[in-house]
């Protein structure tokens, strides 16, 4: 079959099972736009290149399928490197096609020229140059079979435009053979013998449950395992959704903003079951001081991530779900959980429980204004949106307070429910991985969690979201600051307060929402709040917009000061004075 090395670039993502990509033409990548027209793939047309990363993020986080990207050269190439490093620190499975200069003028500084694969080499699994149409086929087929496989993570195809237009026979390129790439197959036994037997002698136990639970669908696994011995379980920012947070095993998320029972735990435990998480700064705080008496079982797919912070006692470099169902089966060929032995544990961790719940001041009404008048509690909100939602809700979030916000006051029962940006901490993330979560699963309500400086840096992604006829909802916590800023400022820097305030006014975020084609709505009080949220929900054929006007001194508790040891976690002034 003759074809141009455009319409064989989409021929071949066709082949791969791509059903929409997200991107922007321009010069570059022009010929590979004309075939999209004849093509089954659905082409979301975004309003920059960023949006077309975040967005695709977005649907890989929700589907566990490689998201896909179109983009031009150059400044088009640039402008995505952000949701490539950003997908890299949160281990997503991105495709992403840049155009390039025709081979010829490469080196030249012609028009609209980078050197993509040179930039991009530090924040992508792999990237390929195509030089020959004859290749692309292959190609593709290597790049999914990366970005998939393994520890996922992003992949990049430059594609020159005098590839585009060069003719080519397109065969198909059969299995795909990667000398060198070897992702690990079935755990060391000796090993799952030797962790089985940590775990039944341990007497204070904690499974540090991460994202690579959830990438490699060891959510039943993980679930399995704590019914088999009992071991309660924390879950981190990029594992929330990997166990059902109902389940009384369920301590909460560890780390800076994590809650006091899931961070002191680790602090107490005597044995870290480390199920595809990655011990980051975040989750350790002091890494001479974190979790001091535990022995360690660490388990994950990337052998580098073994060793690199702290020592295991047992280190498994595996599938996630193969290994923990393979440690499930060994405690139960040893003689099974000693169940008894958990009791005082499990004891203390329930006081620590009832003692320091998550909380914050309600104010005088009881339900959550905030201090300054015109204003309600972020964690009302939270509350309410929770409440409010179905229980398979999709949840996306910028970065910043409010982020640790829904992630501390929102309850995830199911995996996949649950996307914010983990290891980079983009801002501007939520709308457009808002926009390419609704479009993956377009049966679940999404709804966007943003402060009002990251929804500045990306809404206009709404604009695409009308266009498209994709009815996100988004709740803007309205602090008028950057607030994370604030909050260390107020606490580390004296209050001086140095370029953190925005305004609660401009923009007008309810005109804007308008203009880009939204509903706005605004909330300046408790009693509206619940009303303004079922009116969201009912509006099911275009995106709406919640301007929540929240109280500009709120600030985040628990929180672990940065460099400081776990044990210095700071609880929410109203639980200070509590025996610890």
């Keep these: 079959m003759e074809l141009t090395g455009a319409q064989a670039l989409i021929k071949s993502l066709e082949a791969q099972g791509v059903e929409v990509a997200f991107g922007l033409p321009g010069g570059a990548i022009l010929p590979v736009y004309d075939p999209i027209i004849d093509s089954s793939i659905r082409h979301v047309l975004v309003r920059h290149e960023q949006g077309a990363g975040h967005a695709a993020e977005g649907y890989a986080q929700v589907t566990g399928r490689a998201g896909v990207a179109i983009v031009t050269s150059g400044p088009g190439a640039t402008n995505v490197v952000t949701p490539l490093a950003d997908a890299m620190m949160d281990s997503v499975p991105l495709v992403v096609v840049t155009g390039q200069v025709a081979t010829g003028s490469i080196g030249t500084d012609a028009f609209q020229e980078v050197d993509t694969t040179g930039i991009t080499m530090g924040v992508t699994k792999h990237n390929w140059l195509v030089t020959d149409a004859a290749d692309i086929p292959r190609v593709v087929a290597e790049a999914f079979h990366v970005a998939t496989t393994g520890r996922p993570g992003p992949v ?117 079951l480390a199920f595809g998480s990655r011990f980051d700064d975040r989750v350790t705080g002091k890494v001479s001081a974190f979790a001091p008496k535990a022995k360690v079982v660490h388990l994950d797919i990337d052998r580098a991530e073994l060793g690199k912070v702290r020592r295991a006692e047992v280190a498994l470099h595996a599938d996630c779900r193969q290994a923990i169902e393979a440690i499930t089966a060994a405690v139960a060929r040893q003689g099974g ?27 005088e009404d009881g339900i959550g204004a905030g201090s300054a008048p015109g204003t309600v509690k972020p964690q009302y909100v939270l509350e309410e949106l929770r409440r409010s939602t179905p229980d398979d809700t999709v949840l996306v979030s910028g970065v910043g307070q409010h982020q640790m916000w829904a992630a501390q006051f929102w309850r995830f029962e199911h995996p996949r429910t649950w996307v914010n940006s983990g290891g980079l901490g983009t801002m ?39 266009a498209e006829r994709i009815p996100i909802k988004v709740a ?62 009912e509006i099911d054929d275009r995106p709406v917009v919640i301007d929540f006007r929240i109280d500009s001194m709120e600030q985040v508790y628990p929180m672990v000061p940065a460099g400081a040891s776990n044990d210095e976690i700071v609880v929410h002034p109203s639980q200070a004075g509590l025996a610890r």
């Design 337 to 363: 959980a000693d169940r008894g032995a958990l009791a005082p544990w499990i004891a203390l961790l329930d006081s620590w429980k009832e003692r320091f719940p998550l909380t914050y001041d309600r104010g």
């Design 156 to 272: 990049l195809i430059d594609f020159p435009k005098d590839v585009a237009n060069a003719t080519m026979t397109y065969e198909d390129p059969g299995p795909v053979d990667l000398p060198g790439y070897r992702p690990p197959g079935a755990p060391e036994p000796a090993a799952i013998e030797e962790a089985a037997r940590l775990v039944r002698a341990a007497k204070r136990p904690v499974v540090y449950a991460g994202g690579g639970v959830l990438k490699s669908n060891a959510h039943e696994a993980l679930a399995e395992f704590v019914k088999a011995t009992g071991i309660p379980v924390v879950t981190t920012l990029m594992g929330r959704g990997a166990f059902p947070e109902s389940d009384p095993h369920w301590l909460g998320m560890p780390g800076m903003h994590g809650s006091y029972t899931a961070v002191t735990a680790m602090q107490q435990a005597d044995l870290l």
């Design 476 to 537: 803007i916590l309205n602090n008028a600051y950057l607030g994370m800023v604030r909050q260390w400022q107020h606490m580390f820097y004296e209050e001086r307060y140095s370029e953190v305030y925005l305004s609660p006014d401009l923009p007008d975020y309810v005109r804007w929402a308008e203009a880009m084609g939204c509903i706005g709505l605004r909330v300046t009080s408790p009693e509206e709040v619940t009303p303004a949220i079922e009116k969201a929900n």
């Design 428 to 466: 501007g993330f939520a709308v457009p991985a808002a926009l390419g979560a609704k479009v993956g699963r377009p049966d679940r309500m999404v709804w966007a969690v943003d402060g009002d400086g990251c929804f500045q840096m990306t809404a206009q992604e709404l604009v695409t979201a009308s």
